[in-house]
């Protein structure tokens, strides 16, 4: 367990939350518990669909599962809190529960990170090598797949998280943010905090950047293969289209989490530092199932057969 260090002579911060206008706060509350609603139906219900239908017990589908349950968990790291904060004239968070919701933003985060370019991995597979995809990508390789992903999630936000509880915070308790995240804690820290820094920079960097490149470079491959060896427009029609949602869910994700934490803090920024991560742990998780569901066959077709048996039940 976490221990709070002797020479912390805070023991809470206070979340400042995404407004000072007191007047919308109501209003706010009522927009983000919509979308919290949305986020566990969307993301529910494709979870419920990959685990019972078993036409959707194939790699590409056990991956979005993944996806669907960390965008569930990612989102009630942050929603809940910032939902009780929006009615209460507390809004306090106290130094252990800090480090704890810091380190589950971050694990969950980073492992959703690593995951897309799981899933990018997974469409090269099927599309440049179709005859061998059932054999490589096995129940077993998938499964390893996604264990060495949330286990590198978890020991990265470890690190931070031990790093920051390390942190001395003598000074003021005020996080400019809505939850508790590592560069607003950094600029409450007293002493050095050039390691910390340095680690948000590189070894954040490149736990977001690495699955980026690879992204890229997969889909590189995956046009390339399919306009010289294929040659087939309606092959390479179906290949893009498959990819067009896995693609806007990584620019979603990624072009905000680079905006936040690639950059140097600065005082100025803070304001759009937290409009960014809206963006990413907010509007991501509600938009994967929509952008998933909207633009693939079987997942729509599993979803109507589901709701048409509901249906037919009731009427029973």
């Given at each position: ?126 599309i440049c090598n179709p005859l061998r995809y059932t054999i490589l990508m096995n129940h077993e390789v998938c499964l390893c797949l996604a264990a060495a992903t949330w ?166």
């Open positions: 367990s976490l221990k709070m260090p002797n020479h912390t002579s805070v023991n809470e911060f206070l979340l400042l939350g995404i407004t000072d206008i007191r007047e919308l706060e109501p209003f706010l509350f009522a927009v983000f518990l919509i979308i919290y609603i949305l986020i566990l139906i969307g993301n529910g219900a494709i979870l419920v669909i990959v685990i019972s239908d078993p036409r959707l017990h194939s790699p590409m589908y056990f991956f979005l599962g993944n996806l669907s349950c960390l965008d569930i968990c990612y989102s009630t790291v942050t929603l809940p809190k910032m939902l009780d904060n929006f009615l209460s004239t507390h809004k306090t968070i106290s130094f252990v529960g800090c480090i704890i919701q810091l380190h589950f933003f971050h694990f969950l985060g980073s492992t959703e990170a690593i995951l897309l370019g799981v899933m990018a991995f997974d469409r090269f597979m099927a286990i590198t999630g978890f020991f990265h936000a470890l690190l931070h998280s031990i790093m920051t509880s390390r942190l001395t915070f003598c000074g003021s308790n005020h996080i400019h943010h809505f939850f508790c995240d590592i560069k607003p804690l950094l600029d409450l820290a007293c002493g050095n905090t050039e390691l910390n820094q340095w680690m948000l920079e590189t070894v954040t960097g490149t736990i977001a950047m690495s699955p980026f490149f690879f992204i890229l470079l997969s889909y590189f491959y995956i046009i390339s293969f399919l306009l010289f060896k294929s040659r087939s427009c309606s092959m390479l029609q179906k290949a893009l289209s498959t990819c067009a949602s896995h693609f806007i869910v990584v620019i979603l994700l990624y072009v905000p989490v680079v905006f936040t934490y690639i950059r140097p803090s600065s005082g100025s920024s803070m304001n759009h530092d937290r409009i960014v991560a809206i963006m990413y742990s907010v509007v991501t998780p509600v938009l994967n199932p929509l952008i998933y569901t909207l633009r693939n066959k079987d997942v729509k077709g599993a979803l109507n057969k589901a709701m048409r048996k509901k249906l037919w039940s009731k009427q029973l």
